[in-house]
């Protein structure tokens, strides 16, 4: 299932237009779009907004349902009330995966909207990151579907860590250091408010990654223990190293970060614990996760 998304041969960028914001700078679909196209994405790219016809030379489709090509993946750069119906037409047209950029979610105070958002991808079997997200980017295979800033930069280095991370601030400032001084990534993914795919879901991948031989993370809470232990235990056997940083310690650092991701922190001694037991490394600086 990761693999229509990591490894995504099609990718549908909903939301890229020729018109610009009230301060005159490129709306985000256009910016997602202008990076997958410099950083020289292989695969087939799409824009879709109903008010264009062609943008950067490339056939501008009403909606994803209109695309005539099967889709892999579809960045879904709209506001977030749009968002909903935008996930039930990928979920009509088959989109296998999708990146929900938007906040706005149950990080602001609307659970509500998320929920829906949630109802609508399972009902078309759409698996998704995000929302509140700042996309993914996978080295390995010359995609970038991201909307950091760094991704201005003119090439990314491939090499063998893959970083999750839950800060999208944090994770574009590593991604700039590990590419300039730590000879590159092989994927980067900003994981948002894990309303679908959850951090344990990309290492269960990334464990089998051939791409990849180090897991980065850089977390503010689990939402799901179990599955993010089975997901350490199965990166332990495969031999690849897991180097989490984690904020979250105290309780005031704990609420702040539950209201930035939505994320559950739970219990420290807890996740000492399971880090323990399964190898993964545990470091007290951000600037620790790379090598």
Known sequence: MLDAMIRARSVAIVGASQQKTETGGDKLGTVALNYLLAHNYPGKVYPVNPKETEIRGLACYPSVKDIPDDIDLALIAVPAKASVAVMKDCGVKGVKTAIVLASGF???GEPELEADLIAAAKEGGVRFC??????????????????????????????????????GAVGGSMLGTGNEEQGGFSHW????????LQVADYLDY?????????VALFIEGIRDPGKF???????????????????????????AAASHTGAMVGSDAVFDAVCRKYGVVRVDDAADLLP
């Open 189 to 196: 993914i900003s994981v948002g408010n894990e309303a679908d």
């Open 206 to 214: 990334l464990a089998d990654d051939a791409d990849t031989k180090v």
């Open 106 to 108: 149950s990080e602001a």
């Open 130 to 167: 995000g929302p509140n997200t700042n996309g993914m980017i996978s080295i390995a295979n010359d995609m970038v579907c991201c909307t950091s800033m760094v991704c201005a930069m003119p090439r990314f280095n491939k090499g063998d860590i893959a970083f999750l991370t839950q800060s």
């Open 229 to 255: 232990t089975r997901a350490c235990a199965k990166a332990a056997q495969a031999g690849k190293p897991v180097v989490v940083y984690k904020i979250g310690l105290s309780e005031v650092s704990a609420a």
